[in-house]
């Protein structure tokens, strides 16, 4: 009860949550356009288009992220149209919360290896600034979400899972979806954790001693917010497994987030020049990215569909 109510006050100070967040971002921004001008490059590589595409594309997304980070600060961002909510908030949970759980080991894991590689001492001090903007936004921007959700949708926050549904819902149909997902993402769990503790099973053999530090948590991280991405989605669609109805929805919502938007972000990075070739076998390399692109928006759809009947249930019973 304790730890609930605190949770409940934190939401509470969304604006706070929303400046702060939009202050984070900033220096990333101010980076991101540095180097799409040209400026302060730590490596000649960066000069090349496809990396200024990249960071003109990061700059965008850097702008939505301050906007949608006022928007849940100010009562005219309660007005905005869903979809224009939902769907970058959704792509950006599932990229900030899970990265949030790493930095604390993969941001000077990439600091000590872009030294080795040979990056510009200003790198460095540039990289120390996009680890705290990804890290304050990574904290700051889910706490105003929150604090937004709960004031626009009181459904997602609603204490009891177990409400009583309208006859004419969609439960059969979700079920149904939702195993198939959480089969799906059990399936993609056990091949991610079995990777990140040393497997080569599926791995080119030619490219093991390429593994790194970065490649076996981003593994092991893929493996575990897909086994909780499974767990939320069940609990949601069948009631069981948990009283309260928001810690699974947090669990299916950031798990759903994750599973499109990593295999998204390593789509736009496989355009770069310098990119590195996957370590797997081509064919599990595009079964593993596409099964999770198919799973997140799958995991997406039931959550929708069991939001829906939630809201209609409360709206008739209020």
């Excluded at 969609?170 to 198939?180: C, E, G, V």
Aim: net charge positive.
């Amino acid at each position: 009860m304790r730890i609930k109510n605190t949770i409940s006050q934190l939401i509470k100070k969304r604006k706070i949550w929303g400046y702060c967040a939009a202050i984070a971002i900033m220096p990333y921004l101010l980076i991101k356009i540095a180097w799409t001008f040209g400026l302060f490059m730590p490596t000649e590589q960066m000069g090349d288009t496809s990396w200024r595409t990249a960071n003109a594309i990061t700059i965008g997304l850097a702008i939505v992220g301050i906007l949608l980070a006022f928007a849940f600060s100010m009562t005219w961002g309660e007005r905005l149209p869903v979809w224009l909510v939902a769907f970058p908030v959704w792509v950006g949970t599932g990229l900030l919360i899970p990265m949030l759980l790493l930095a604390p080991i993969l941001a000077p894991a990439a600091i000590t290896r872009d030294q080795q590689v040979g990056g510009s001492d200003i790198w460095i001090y540039e990289q120390i600034f996009v680890i705290i903007s990804l890290i304050g936004a990574g904290i700051c921007l889910p706490l105003a979400l929150a604090g937004y959700a709960k004031t626009r949708w009181p459904e997602v926050f609603a204490d009891s899972l177990d409400i009583e549904l309208l006859p004419d819902n969609s439960k059969k149909l979700y079920i149904t979806l939702a195993r198939l997902v959480s089969a799906g993402c059990i399936m993609l769990g056990f091949i991610k954790v079995f990777w990140a503790v040393g497997g080569t099973i599926g791995i080119n053999p030619d490219m093991v001693d390429n593994r790194d530090l970065w490649w076996h948590l981003l593994s092991l991280s893929t493996g575990l917010w897909a086994f909780a991405g499974a767990w939320g989605v069940l609990v949601l669609t069948t009631r069981r497994g948990s009283r309260d109805f928001f810690l699974p929805m947090a669990a299916a919502w950031i798990s759903s987030g994750m599973l499109f938007s990593y295999n998204l972000f390593n789509r736009l990075s496989a355009t770069r020049p310098d990119s590195q070739p996957t370590l797997e076998y081509p064919l599990v390399h595009v079964l593993t990215t596409e099964l999770s692109s198919i799973l997140g928006v799958m995991m997406g759809i039931v959550i929708l569909m069991v939001l829906h009947d939630r809201r209609r249930a409360m709206r008739s019973a209020a």
